[in-house]
């Protein structure tokens, strides 16, 4: 299975923080998309998929001449209060038929391996895998697939899947945590909201001020882009490419998969790819970062001066 895994084409991962953003990310050739449900995943607050949603969802991503996948996010960490609810939230996934749950709490994933056993597990990178330790651990504890930390060079990501005992899936595209993903208690300690709980305020987003630097965004990250390491990641025998952003518009959604889907596809001039480049700008954008994909000593991988949409210029 693993030589068959190797030689399957990459997925497209796509970000669907509703159902219209998960349309349209099938629309503009996502192989697969993931979504959470209106409570237990990492982005509460994004407009999220009922039950009765995901199901009509699923059943039209599965009758698609092409049937693509769809991946349900229950990855927040789970109080034991809230067990029997996200018990019978796993229940509605199986039968619903949904392709794999994404899970961050270790504990969750061993009740979903024992209580449902042909549900597919992947690990979200709210884990923060980072090494093939990691990897190995994870198939031990019935996942099959990876989501590998977001802070690792092309060469440890090849590395690890070279030798991965179950698929690997990594970032392409998308916003960056100040800190390691899924380990930031910023928000958590300034505003008495978790990040593991789906519920982060996005205080590195905020100004500071010190005497030096009025007003300034120390800790404001970049957006990361790999697009022009394709050809890399493709190399690398990852199973899978995602794109973060279940708060971004359906338009958004289109515009990132149409880009990422006709670059796998290959043939697309450098013309054609600037002028999807500017569609995107144009809906959101923040400066970008390859971040340590090349090298881990980047300093140039946070925005000082803004964090939000900037437009693109006309």
């Known amino acids: 299975s693993m030589l068959n895994a ?4 990459l997925e497209l991962l796509a970000t669907a923080g509703g159902p219209d953003a998960g349309y349209a990310a099938l629309q503009y050739g996502a192989d697969a998309v993931y979504a959470g449900l209106k409570q237990y995943s990492a982005r509460a607050d ?5 039950l009765d949603e995901l199901d009509d969802f699923v059943g039209y991503a599965h009758a698609l ?3 693509r996948r769809v991946y349900l996010t229950l990855n927040t960490l789970v109080y034991d209060p809230e067990m029997p609810d ?8 199986r039968d619903i038929g949904v392709d794999a749950v994404i899970i961050q709490d270790i504990g969750l994933a061993d009740v979903a391996r024992r209580l449902f056993p042909d549900l597919r597990l992947h ?17 031990m504890f019935g996942f099959k697939r990876a989501t590998l930390a977001r802070e690792l060079t092309l060469h440890e990501i090849r590395g690890i899947a070279a030798s991965a005992p179950i698929e690997i899936e990594t970032f392409v595209h998308g916003a960056l945590c100040y800190s390691y993903s899924g ?4 928000s958590a300690l300034l505003r008495d909201r978790s990040g593991n709980r789906g519920a982060c305020a996005y205080c590195c987003r905020d100004s500071f001020s010190r005497p030096s630097q009025p007003d300034a965004l120390p800790f404001s990250m970049k957006d990361a882009a790999f697009d022009d390491h394709i050809d890399d990641l493709l190399q690398a025998g990852v199973t899978s490419l995602k794109i973060e952003g279940r708060k971004k518009s359906a338009l958004y959604v289109a515009a990132v998969v149409n880009y990422y889907r006709r670059l796998l596809d290959g043939g697309l001039t450098p013309a054609a790819a600037a002028a999807l480049k500017s569609d995107i700008r144009s809906i959101f954008i923040r400066p970008q970062t390859d971040l340590f994909s090349t090298q881990r000593r980047n300093d140039q991988v946070g925005e000082s001066r803004i964090a939000v949409h900037r437009g693109e210029a006309i």
Not at 6 to 9: A, H, L, N, S, V
Not at 129 to 136: K, M, W
């Open 183 to 186: 380990l930031c208690l910023y």
């Open 46 to 50: 994004a407009i999220n998929f009922s």
């Open 123 to 139: 690990a979200s990178t709210q884990l923060a895998v980072h090494n093939i330790a990691g990897v190995r651990t994870l198939e």
């Open 65 to 67: 001449p092409d049937p």
């Open 86 to 93: 996200i018990i019978d939230a796993l229940a509605a996934a």
């Open 6 to 9: 190797k030689r399957q084409p």
